[in-house]
């Protein structure tokens, strides 16, 4: 755990060099989302070939969090941090996640990330993910600084899912939503 905890407090000293050399931005000027929310054991899942993963050492009032950021460095990356929060309010890293998005799709109240993971500087817990597809997305209430996320999960193929049922945070968009 303690190395989880230096890399938070490093921060993005220790992301790898390919996030930093994503591709020049297409939708990092257009859209900024941050979301933050509880995730529920049951509301992940993982390919059955895949081990489970070891959960144990973390104490039955731990709370699994997810938090998305987008843009990442200025850059058409999306960072997924997953992290627990212990029973006396320290945070440790679970897996940390950069995704280069290829795409994005806004319609009905719902929006959705698409790319593939280019970084995974804090290893998954479900195996090797660089280079594997993964969405991510969801339903919001509305834009701006109190947005309301549910139903926001994401997906590495052939790897896992999780669900975040409820989650709160921002979402800026600053072109017509049929434009992206």
């Known amino acids: 755990m303690n190395s989880r905890r230096s890399f938070l407090a490093g921060g993005a000293a220790a992301l790898s060099a390919s996030a930093l050399h994503a591709a020049p931005a297409r939708y990092a000027t257009r859209v900024a989302l941050v979301s933050d929310g509880e995730a529920a054991f049951n509301f992940l899942l993982w390919n059955p070939s895949l081990n489970a993963p070891d959960f144990s050492g973390l104490p039955p009032s731990a709370k699994i969090r997810v938090k998305n950021t987008f843009p990442y460095q ?5 960072e997924t941090l997953v992290y627990a929060v212990m029973p006396d309010m320290t945070t440790f ?24 993971v280019i970084s995974n500087p804090v290893p998954s817990p479900f195996g090797v993910i660089v280079g594997k597809p993964m969405v991510i997305g969801g339903a919001f209430d509305q834009t701006g600084p109190s947005a309301r996320f549910e139903f926001f999960g994401g997906m590495v193929a052939g790897s896992h899912v999780t669900i975040v049922p409820v989650a709160h945070g921002s979402l800026d968009i600053k072109t017509p939503w049929n434009s992206l």
Do not use: E, H, M, N
């Open 93 to 116: 890293p679970i897996s940390l996640i950069y995704t280069q998005v290829d795409d994005i799709k806004v319609a009905g109240g719902a929006i959705a990330f698409a790319g593939s």
């Open 74 to 78: 200025g850059r058409d990356v999306l």
